[in-house]
């Protein structure tokens, strides 16, 4: 077999990693469905109900052919409107999204400076990019530094909520990069659990023309899919360079339109959301986890052990290993979907085992 030597590797380095059926009745701590919209089945229907008494049920094609229909339309003018940018772009993954924002906007001569903990999807993109500098974890001083030593047009990425560490994004760096720099920011952890109107980091501060929010579908909103905010200009850009945008099938109408009821959802009862994440993140103090999100990472030698000990007992949790993180994690979600007790029971659990 061709891959045996570099399988036989992985799992002697304990990096083997293999899809598994879970119990649906599990409780689940593991997954990023933050506010537990993935299992509102109300929202299902109304997302049905506004595709049945459509005349297509699939996209088709690429959104530069014929695929962009009412339905992506109706969602990207309420995700700009709602948000303060001026135009919307809906994108098949968030994965793509920052693929298509890397690759496309800096060019031949421009530099790329990133976040050293940014997303796997920016990683690869950046072996796109001929100018590449990364800067120290969430710290403003190095980025100015690095900006200061960046030429050509410069791109800045970063993230809201860092997947892993649950960390926010520092808000110096927002002053750093100024009205000069392009400023990538992907909320993809960010929306549904931070800011006044839980849209994120960029949520209530002034949305200047250097933005670009990118935000997925398939997290806090119950659904699947990207999007991407920014001005007219930079969407005008997007459609005409970004590869990920232009030669793929537009995003399935079925995950547009249940993101769309899910966004809604949430923006009806921000009120409940925005207490239900407070008093898990009150929860999280208490065990001695500081949070100011929705994610918990545990620093735990033996991940693999705890998540099957947790599994017996009826809990799913993250087990994250290297290469993902620089050492294994267990990865909590106090997600809004289970209750402040079992989420209590869990880190007891964690603490006992």
Known sequence: MRYDKELRALKRANRLRKRQLFDLEIKDFASNDYLGLAHKKELLDLAYQRIYNFPLNAAKASQLINGYTQIHYDFEHYMSKLSGFEDCITVGSGFLANIALIESLVRKGDTLVMDEEFHASGILASRLVENVKIFRHNDPDDLMCTIKEAKGRVVVAVEGVYSMSGDVLHPEIVDVVGDE???????????????????????????????????????????????????????????????????????????????????????????????AIKKRQEIARRF?????????????????????ELIKRGFLVGAIRPPTVPHPIVRIIARVGESQEDLEVLLELIREL
Not at 243 to 249: F, G, L, N, R, V
Not at 288 to 307: C, F, N
Request: net charge negative; charged share 25%; proline share 2%.
């Open 288 to 308: 001695g986890y500081e949070s100011q999100s929705l994610i918990i990472d545990i620093p735990k030698k033996d991940v693999l052990r705890v998540q099957e």
């Open 181 to 275: 720099c392009l400023f990538i920011v992907d909320e993809a952890h960010s929306v549904g659990v931070v800011g006044e109107r839980l849209l994120g980091v960029l949520d209530g501060k002034e949305i200047k023309p250097n933005y670009i929010k990118m935000g997925t579908l398939g997290k806090a909103l119950g659904s699947y899919g990207a999007y991407i905010l920014a001005s007219a200009h930079i969407i005008e850009y997007l459609e005409n360079r970004a590869k990920s945008i232009i030669y793929t099938t537009a995003l399935s109408l079925m995950d547009v339109a249940l993101a769309h009821e899910g966004m809604q959802e949430m923006q009806k009862n921000l009120a409940y959301y925005k207490d």
